[in-house]
């Protein structure tokens, strides 16, 4: 069965650079939501929309920002990042009458 | 504030024995719980979950408990096995939140 799509998978940034991470959600889930994993740490929400609406919003710094598009994927843009910005990066995606939500194999990112 | 959190960091049982993996949860408005599979490196793995008007739900080897009078909510593995080694999080959600709040994770190892 086709799967949360994440992309890139690992990515390498400077202090005070930016990035943009990608999500593609499984296939007619209208739902998506980011989280943050640090090292050794349960995942923390950032923030979900539906149907391209927010519909979330959980500690996501103001730094960062998000969207969904028309066709569902979802970009997470991280700027002025920071040392601390480090962590797994997972996005979930959901039908949104189903409770579920079904994790990808997220984005390692590395701030130097 | 609202938490979800484990009582063991870390099980280690003997392949064919049972596991059980516990979590408690303080947010008395929460009504869906989850169990996911985590393993290094990779994506939180949907394993099976249970909405608050139930207090047991079965799956493939796996039994979720879930008792609201004292906002406790387990994870049983039958015969496990050594691809059951993993991290294990709990994850509440409720209170009409999109959000899942995890629990901080048990690291499961399985023995030959």
């Known amino acids: 069965a086709a799967g949360v799509i994440q992309s890139p998978r690992h990515l390498i940034k400077e202090k005070r650079e930016t990035a943009t991470l990608k999500c593609y959600p499984i296939?007619?889930?209208?739902?998506v939501y980011w989280y943050q994993q640090g090292p050794g740490q349960d995942p923390q929400f950032l923030i979900s929309?539906?149907?391209?609406?927010?519909?979330d919003k959980g500690s996501i710094p103001d730094r960062f920002s998000a969207q969904q598009f028309s066709d569902y994927h979802s970009e997470l843009n991280m700027s002025s990042l920071e040392l601390g910005d480090s962590a797994l990066y997972f996005c979930?995606?959901?039908?949104?009458?189903?409770?579920?939500?079904?994790f990808g194999p997220g984005t390692r990112l590395l701030v130097l | 504030g609202e938490s979800v959190g484990l009582h063991l960091p870390t099980l280690s049982v003997q392949e064919g024995d049972n596991s059980i993996i516990n979590c408690a949860y303080s947010?008395?408005?929460?009504?869906?719980f989850i169990w996911y599979k985590q393993e290094s490196g990779k994506g939180p793995q949907f394993i099976i979950d249970?909405?608050?008007?139930?207090d047991k739900r079965q799956g493939q080897r796996v039994t979720v408990l879930l008792n609201k009078t004292v906002k406790h909510l387990s994870l049983q593995i039958a015969a496990t096995q050594p691809g059951d080694s993993a991290v294990y999080f709990c994850a509440e959600k409720g209170g009409g939140s999109e959000k899942l709040v995890f629990g901080k994770g048990t690291k499961l190892t399985v023995n030959p």
């Open positions: 979930a995606s959901s039908f949104r009458y189903q409770e579920t939500q079904y």
């Open positions: 249970i909405r608050s008007n139930m």
């Open positions: 929309f539906y149907e391209k609406m927010q519909s």
């Open positions: 296939p007619r889930h209208d739902t």
């Open positions: 947010n008395s408005a929460s009504d869906y």
